[in-house]
């Protein structure tokens, strides 16, 4: 199945809490010297059109990137996510939206690498035109449950392999988990970074338990909530599990989460969480 669009969905509340881990990771990452390598196993088209049909129908932008669009009281990770928007964004006007590997693009260096996986032929088309001749890029029209744990360890033993997936597919939440641990298995000093939206509770739940249940060290969960749960009414909440976090993220997010949940929750019904699944 391959019907599904991020496009209708770029810059919404779940970007910007997925986008902000992201950079922060990233970020950790270049403050060292040593190279290190990104891959992200379902990688979309780029960047988003913003002012195009799909994500028109629903502006659900505007309830996202778009409610910290003109806002001058941010916190400094929210901030400095909202400068990476902006690049895309010369006018100043809200017109376009990066995706993951836009954001990822922006953290490299000469020595490191990008690996992009997406199997969706009109994403994959605008992935190659967006990675165009950058000899740090590789583009890959594959499964990136499987491609991703093939091209493990990196030679360079630093980096971060991001997962995220459409949950299009409801196998998904567990071919999640088990690629989560094949890549960890042979990329254990990496970051590994899960998003997951939370539709219906127990599927999140039983993604939480399910990762627990591995076994993996060094597990936090950051999540952010734009009003309570309720099934069949689309997506409430999105998170992030993060393997092996850089040391200062949880504070970041201490700091960011609650504004955050204040600032794009609806009705004053924004929540958050953040706490740790496994610890050393």
């Given at each position: 199945m391959l019907s599904y669009r991020h496009a209708f969905h770029a810059g919404n509340?779940?970007?910007v809490l997925k986008h902000i881990v992201l950079i922060r990771i990233l970020a950790h990452l270049a403050a060292k010297s040593k190279p290190f390598c990104c891959i992200d196993t379902h990688a979309?088209?780029?960047q988003y059109d913003l002012s195009g049909a799909h994500a028109l129908k629903n502006r659900e932008f505007d309830t996202g990137i778009g409610r910290l669009w003109n806002r001058g009281d941010l916190p400094p990770v929210v901030a400095e996510y909202r400068a990476a928007v902006a690049t895309l964004n010369a006018?100043?006007?809200?017109?376009r939206y990066p995706g993951s590997p836009y954001f990822e693009r922006m953290w490299l260096r000469r020595r490191d690498r990008l690996t992009l996986f997406e199997l969706h032929p009109t994403d994959f088309h605008a992935l190659e035109t967006f990675a165009g001749r950058d000899s740090r890029i590789s583009v890959?029209?594959?499964?990136?449950?499987?491609?991703?744990?093939?091209?493990l360890p990196p030679a360079e033993r630093r980096g971060l392999v991001m997962i995220d997936p459409s949950y299009e597919i409801k196998t998904d939440y567990r071919r999640v988990v088990d690629t989560l641990v094949q890549a960890h298995r042979r990329f254990q000093t990496g970051v590994h970074a899960v998003w997951y939206p939370v539709i219906d509770r127990r599927?999140?739940?039983t993604l939480e338990r399910a990762v627990e249940n591995t076994g993996i060290r060094r597990v936090h969960l950051f999540e952010l909530g734009a009003r309570p749960d309720a099934t069949?009414?689309?997506m409430t909440a999105s998170g992030m599990i993060v393997v092996n976090p850089p040391w200062t993220l949880r504070q970041e997010m201490a700091e960011a989460l609650p504004?955050?949940?204040r600032?794009?929750?609806?009705?004053?019904?924004?929540?958050?969480?953040?706490y740790e699944l496994a610890g050393e």
């Open positions: 509340f779940a970007d979309g088209p780029g006018t100043g006007e809200l017109r890959a029209r594959e499964d990136g449950f499987d491609a991703c744990v093939g091209v599927r999140a739940n069949g009414t689309g504004w955050l949940a600032t794009l929750g609806q009705h004053d019904a924004g929540f958050y969480r953040s």
